[in-house]
């Protein structure tokens, strides 16, 4: 196997405005009845995935394995006995190209290897299209930008491969071969051509060896029809019933919309023909939380030995253009609060138009005693004049009708204000909020899916509908099972769900009915999820992802803390002020099915369910009492959410409503349970999780990666921020020390040279006998000016200095004397070892490095707070305390001299500081 370029900490799966494709796997008992993996129920122990589910090729996956990817695209099957090998288009997340990488499996597709780049060239390839022909294997892929179809041959099968020849002479796109009738037939479109359609256009070539020469069709091009149609190929030619079928790409709404098949009824030297016919498959319905969501444009299908077909096609959650299209919405949502700005300008009289003096006179020439005449005047300035006089005209109207000294002038200026706050978090949202998605959790290269399962009646079907629709379009929820415990249960039709829904109708209304063994659920991951509770899907894959980690235990988002003599049920808050909790409420938690379901149900735990039954309430402490009693280790664990609404309190059909009456009958159960049972498990403390998922909410998965502890030493015991190498003396990254732990914010990743000495593990620090306290890192690495600094030069270890070449004007350099930072000449900060804030610039300087926190994710409240003491240790500035829009408004507006340039800016600076909170 070829060793990868890059160290697997280097990242991948970057911002791309090509989307960010992956890979699924499918199979049926034909290439028109395939179904997801999941539907084929196969389960993987070592990864707990239970079952496995798509994709089941990320740029994850690919960058993982050390070859950075920002997604993976059009997969080809080639089929070795037992083995199966994939090939498919990786963009390189350093180049910025497309490479043809590899991965193999050996259990039918379940799981797979990534092997590394089977192909990289000078130019992008894409479409590896692969075969095998009189014992050799070829691989044909598109290489449109060399101008040429290329065919190589493999030397050493999968990963060495050598040109045999250049096909034809034509930038063709997305090519294949296929043997039908005794000939071979080429596919392929070459949009070059003059008159030929984008994404419309088709070409048919045909030979009597798949290695040429190749006579073009007759009636070339033979398609030349709308992009929508699918005449660009979407994936390998087949074979079925004796029937020739062509796979096109719908490029209509977007590019790669989606996949669609044609049986060609006539192929000869002279003609062709074919019509469409259904592909079978059904349609994603979760939007952009589905790989496939957005579309799929590429399928190769395969019969395997066993006579089974199986089908690979790639997927995209976003259209394409996806970023490029947030980036000018954000922007448009800026430039309204510009506009804002300005109107607000007007309305205080903080603005006004003036020209420049040397455009106010009429005529900017000499007296010419040759001519005897003036020179004309300066048109421009005249019209200029003009149009600035109307202006203030008219604010100076505006202002005399809207009186802003009133309370509706100040209205108006709130109603300004409140809407420019709103465009301000639309314009963060597009530009700096992702794409949207709320994507499940890769756990050891697998996927996996669980059952959601709520119990409710009739009196609580409208809360039912509501999440039946919300929760059915999270990623991972592959059923949901509504168990019915009273009225008249709804009918199927009456749910919005996007996955399918079975309605459990029982006999009797009991609590019990919630862990009942249910033989029809296919999956060990049960989510019991209240009907009332309203969470985010990002959050319900994040206890997924935790529960995956430790299957044996209840992981949820409700905690408590029950101790006292004697004991006492009390709320979260209480477990909160103690710092730790020993019980999690089934009403929000995952459990296995297996496990749970067959403890509570057995003969130990009938009494507990009859005093279930008696008082209508604590099944959810009875399964953390037997739990706790069937194990000797931690049985619980604790996933903060970002938000949570109880929706019954709008319904008031809560059995928990009372809630003085609730807790008495919960504090009499935990008598009567730790009698029986024995005592919970001792307390766990929060914060016990490297990500911090059980202390912050909701970090996505672009999220920072957490390595190990930092080391004893001053520096990196407490907050700040250092670069960082991982165990293995990889790639380094740009950390933040919190709480003990070391978190990634920023790679730094492909200028990196190391030193012959540089065996380091975790981080470098160049200021070690400098105390947390003062060390210069903790007051200054802040800034996103760093990464962007690193992204274009070049690093080296060097002692204990590290130096950063090649960046033109920029120049930064630290050492246990002095942390600088350069840029031109412009703006100078220096900090000594005893931590004391020395500025050489201008205030505009400190604010334009406030500007550049804006992309920071506040990790804790030491990163975006920490500039605020510290400006008011500048020369020349008012002491202003800690909040940074507030100091940086009030300098700035004693800074400028003009009134006008003065408001615009301060406001601007408020404008700029929201950024940070939003």
Excluded at 23 to 29: H, K, M
Excluded at 33 to 52: H, Q
Excluded at 726 to 741: A, T, V
Excluded at 886 to 894: E, K, N, P
Aim: hydrophobic residues 40%; glycine residues 8%; contains cysteine.
């Amino acid at each position: 196997m070829r060793p990868p370029p890059f160290p697997s900490s280097l990242g991948g799966c970057n911002d791309d405005n090509e989307g960010s494709w992956s890979v699924g796997i499918f199979y049926g008992d034909s290439p028109f009845s395939l179904k997801p993996i999941e539907s084929k129920n196969v389960w993987r122990d070592k990864t707990a995935a239970w079952p496995v589910a798509n994709p089941v090729v990320t740029c994850a996956s690919v960058s993982d394995a050390g070859f950075p990817s920002n997604f993976v695209a059009d997969p080809f099957l080639f089929v070795q006995e037992d083995t199966i090998y994939m090939f498919f288009e990786t963009k390189n997340s350093v180049t910025l190209q497309g490479d043809i990488g590899v991965a193999k499996s050996i259990d039918n597709g379940a799981t797979w290897q990534p092997l590394g780049i089977a192909l990289d060239e000078e130019w992008h390839l894409s479409y590896p299209y692969v075969f095998s022909y009189l014992d050799q294997i070829y691989m044909m892929p598109e290489s449109s930008q060399k101008g040429e179809l290329r065919l190589y041959r493999a030397l050493k099968f999968p990963l060495q491969w050598t040109l045999e020849k250049v096909m034809l002479k034509k930038p063709l796109v997305d090519s294949v071969i296929i043997n039908y009738q005794g000939s071979y037939w080429l596919f392929g479109s070459d949009f070059s051509g003059f008159g030929s359609k984008k994404n419309g256009e088709l070409e048919i070539w045909y030979s009597s060896s798949p290695l040429g020469p190749w006579k073009p069709h007759k009636q070339n091009p033979v398609l030349n029809i709308d992009k929508r149609f699918g005449a660009r190929n979407g994936g390998r030619p087949f074979i079925y019933n004796g029937n020739l079928y062509r796979v096109g790409q719908d490029c209509g709404t977007t590019y790669g919309r989606r996949v669609r098949v044609f049986k060609v009824e006539v192929l000869t030297k002279d003609e062709y023909k074919e019509i469409e016919v259904p592909l079978g498959m059904k349609e994603p319905e979760k939007g952009r939380n589905a790989w496939n969501g957005a579309r799929y444009h590429h399928l190769d299908v395969q019969q395997l030995s066993s006579g089974e077909w199986i089908g690979v096609m790639d997927g995209d959650r976003v259209p394409s253009g996806d970023s490029i299209h947030r980036f000018i919405l954000g922007s448009a949502a800026f430039a309204v609060v510009a506009a804002l700005v300005m109107l607000v300008g007007v309305l205080v009289g903080a603005v006004k138009c003036m020209l420049p003096l040397n455009l106010c006179l009429h005529g900017s020439g000499k007296r010419s005693d040759a001519f005897m005449t003036w020179e004309r005047p300066n048109m421009l300035s005249n019209k200029l004049r003009r149009l600035f006089t109307r202006l203030n005209r008219t604010s100076s109207f505006i202002r005399g009708r809207m009186k802003p000294s009133t309370c509706a002038g100040r209205s108006v200026l709130a109603i300004i204000f409140l809407t420019g706050l709103i465009f301000i978090c639309i314009g963060v949202r597009y530009i700096y909020g992702g794409n949207g998605a709320e994507e499940p959790y890769l756990l050891k290269g697998h996927y996996s899916q669980f059952t959601l399962l709520t119990m409710t009646y009739d009196a609580r079907l409208w809360n039912l509908k509501m999440y039946v629709k919300h929760y059915s379009r999270c990623s991972s929820v592959g059923e949901i099972v509504v168990v019915w415990n009273k009225g008249k249960p709804p009918q199927l039709s009456d749910f919005d769900s996007a996955v399918p829904v079975r309605i459990r109708v029982e006999k009797q209304n009991s609590l019990n009915n919630r862990f009942k063994v249910d033989p029809s659920i296919k999956t060990r991951a049960v989510l019991e999820l209240d009907d009332d509770i309203m969470m985010t899907c990002d959050d319900v894959e994040r206890g997924f992802r935790v529960w995956r980690e430790h299957p044996d235990r209840i992981v949820g988002f409700y905690p408590r803390l029950i101790d006292g003599s004697p004991l006492k049920y009390r709320d979260e808050k209480y477990a909160r002020t103690h710092r730790g909790y020993n019980m999690i409420l089934t009403g929000a938690a995952f459990i296995d099915s297996r496990l749970a379901f067959e403890r509570y149900w057995s003969e130990e735990a009938k009494e507990g369910r009859e005093l279930v039954d008696k008082y209508f309430n604590c099944e959810d402490v009875l399964l953390n009492f037997l739990y706790a009693n069937a194990s000797s280790s931690r049985t619980v664990e604790y996933v903060k959410p970002a938000w949570a609404i109880d929706t019954s309190k709008f319904s008031g059909a809560a059995i928990s409503r009372n809630t003085k009456v609730h807790y008495r009958i919960r504090t009499d159960c935990l008598a009567k349970f730790s009698e029986k049972y024995g005592s919970l498990a001792w307390k766990w403390e929060f914060d016990n999780r490297k990500d911090g998922w059980d202390l912050r909410s909701g970090l996505s998965s672009s999220s920072p990666r957490v390595y190990g502890q930092a080391r004893e030493s001053g520096a990196l015991s407490s907050g700040g921020i250092c670069l960082g190498l991982k165990r293995d003396n990889s790639l380094p990254f740009l950390g933040i020390i919190s709480q003990g732990h070391i978190l990634e914010i920023a790679q730094v990743s492909r200028f990196w040279t190391a030193s012959k000495d540089g065996n380091l593990s975790y981080c470098f620090h160049a200021l070690s006998s400098v105390s947390a306290s003062t060390s210069p890192l903790h007051y200054f690495w802040k800034a996103k000016f760093l990464p962007r600094v690193i992204a274009f030069g070049r690093l080296a270890l060097c002692g204990s200095i590290l130096t950063m070449d090649n960046l033109g004007a920029s120049h930064l350099e630290i050492s246990p004397q002095l942390v600088q930072m350069q840029l031109g000449g412009r703006r100078r900060l220096e900090l000594d070892p005893s931590g004391k804030v020395m500025w050489r610039a201008s205030l505009l300087a400190v604010i334009w490095s406030i500007w550049e926190v804006r992309n920071l994710r506040c990790l804790d409240d030491k990163v975006l707070c920490c500039l605020g003491p510290h400006l008011a240790e500048l020369e020349g500035s008012p002491g202003i305390g800690k909040d940074i829009s507030l100091c940086l408004f009030l300098v700035s507006c004693f800074y400028f001299r003009f009134r006008w340039l003065s408001f615009l800016f301060c406001f601007g600076v408020l404008v700029s500081s929201s950024l940070l909170y939003c």
